[in-house]
């Protein structure tokens, strides 16, 4: 069997939760739920199911008539590797590829305001992640035990990955020179 990869886990796993998807629905589920830490382009989510079909994880079954739309289903196997998968503590380091990281790294090249400019600027942005990952966080429904456990865990997650982003920036566009988090 070929390597199964990060995305087709998320696949797997939306098909688990949510049962039957097609391609489309699956691009909605991803919207609603892992896009804002692990998007996926809307043209693979076309290619990965019938892969994941050909390697036996999942079940295509297309429609003849009307739209023809391709159905695809979870399969023992593909629950069997899901569960092999989540029950694996390990994980590969995680991949950042933040351009404002990038930015600040060559920012000794720049002008003397862009580091100024380049945190109040991201701390912006970080305000917005954070303001709506909290909003997501007051509109769980407590009645929808696991799900909501779950979605909990990850939002918690990013409030405090997003609220040590808007710290750090804050900081340093009150402080380019050093200052007080320059040491932290």
Request: net charge negative.
């Amino acid at each position: 069997m070929t390597e199964v990869g990060h995305q087709d886990h998320i696949v797997l796993g939306l098909i688990a939760r949510h049962g039957p998807l097609t391609p489309y629905e699956l691009k909605a589920r991803i919207e609603e739920s892992v896009e804002y830490f692990w998007p996926i382009p809307h043209a693979q989510l076309y290619r990965i199911p019938p892969r994941l079909a050909e390697q036996g994880l999942l079940h295509e079954e297309a429609e003849t008539g009307g739209r023809r739309r391709r159905v695809f289903h979870l399969t023992e196997a593909g629950r069997a590797e899901l569960t092999r998968w989540l029950a694996d503590p390990s994980a590969p380091p995680p991949e950042t590829r933040d351009p404002a990281q990038v930015k600040l790294f060559f920012a000794d090249l720049g002008g003397p305001g862009d580091v100024v400019a380049l945190a109040h600027r991201q701390a912006a942005e970080h305000r917005r992640w954070l303001d709506l990952y909290r909003k997501l966080q007051a509109e769980i429904d407590p009645d929808d035990s696991e799900r909501a456990v779950s979605r909990a865990r990850i939002l918690r997650l990013g409030i405090g990955h997003e609220q040590a982003y808007v710290d750090f920036w804050e900081d340093l566009a009150a402080h380019p020179d050093g200052g007080p988090g320059a040491r932290e």
